[in-house]
């Protein structure tokens, strides 16, 4: 695993037109050294193709991480959907296994259905201690459950909670999207580098270091409305927020190993804007 920083996208290139098993030597190539997987529309990679897309990201020096389907409850009442849900976690930890992703990135769930936000969580704890479980039994080692921090007020989500979450369940580590936590708060979070400073030194506080070496991370410029996330847009759309600038510095000043995940438009095109805006000053990745 990485000293300082990495870089690279969520999903295939934008300009790559070959198979998915070829991605990490043409990041290689261009300069980047990470992927996340995305498996955000269902788990649909072959035992055989995973783990050919494993060895060429180990021999090209690519970090793999795998994001879970979007169709994901954890925290609903409706049995069938949380089975369902259930299930399709545990086939992306299968495939994460396969590939040597060291992290799956999964959106929790909703409050919708339950009479608090605190009976939301606990719901969805309760499932990934389930998932956990399970993890243990079919023999899934290596990988970390990894809740992303999320954009809509009505998701389960907050700092805090991906948090409470992580101290609840052993092989779990945070997954931060800093364009999420800047549209849940309506343009009021991460606006300077003290709020970066603080969510990590939060993030330190309450985890097991291991959680935190690299701290996995998902970066764009974001649309926010009154109900949060609406879209995500690319580092030259001055319009929007957040400024990577000020992350990068709250991540430097602290000394944060990580991964940063380009969700943007443009994917490994602004990865590597942020690679040269984080990296080239001070040797720091």
């Given amino acids: 695993m990485p000293l300082k920083l990495r870089f690279g996208p ?22 980047l050294d990470a992927l996340e997987y995305e498996a955000v529309r269902g788990v649909r990679i072959s035992e055989d193709k995973a783990r050919r897309l494993g060895e060429e990201a180990r021999k090209y020096n690519i970090v793999l991480s795998l994001h879970a389907p ?42 919708k259905g339950h009479e608090s936000r605190r009976s939301a969580l606990k719901h969805a704890i309760h499932s990934l201690k389930n998932i956990e479980e399970q993890m243990k039994q079919i023999g899934i080692k290596d990988v970390w459950i990894g809740p992303e921090t999320t954009g809509k007020k009505t998701q389960i989500g907050s700092i805090e909670e991906i948090i409470e979450i992580c101290t609840s369940i052993n092989m779990c580590r ?30 330190e506080r309450n985890l097991d270091p291991k959680a935190l070496k690299p701290l996995h991370q998902h970066f764009s410029k974001i649309e926010y409305g009154s109900g949060g996330e609406k879209e995500h847009h690319t580092l ?10 000020i992350v990068c510095r709250g991540l430097k000043e602290v000394g944060v190993e990580g991964v940063i995940i380009s969700e943007s438009p443009i994917l490994d095109k602004d990865a590597l804007i942020m690679k040269a805006i984080c990296c080239e000053e001070e040797h720091y990745c």
């Avoid at 030259?236 to 600038?245: A, L, Q, S, W």
């Fill in 70 to 111: 979007y169709y994901v409850n954890l925290a609903s009442r409706d049995e069938a959907k949380l089975k369902a849900s259930i299930k399709r976690v545990i086939e992306s930890l299968k495939a994460a296994y396969w590939m040597g992703a060291y992290v799956v990135v999964i959106h929790v769930g909703y409050y």
């Fill in 10 to 31: 969520a999903g295939k290139p934008v300009d790559f037109k070959g198979d998915m098993v070829k991605v990490p030597e043409y990041l290689a190539k261009i300069g």
């Fill in 236 to 245: 030259g759309e001055e319009e929007y927020g957040p400024d990577f600038r």
């Fill in 174 to 203: 945070p997954v931060v999207d800093w364009a999420h936590l800047h549209a849940r708060a309506l343009g009021m979070h991460i606006r300077n580098v003290d709020d970066v400073i603080k969510i990590i030194d939060e993030l």
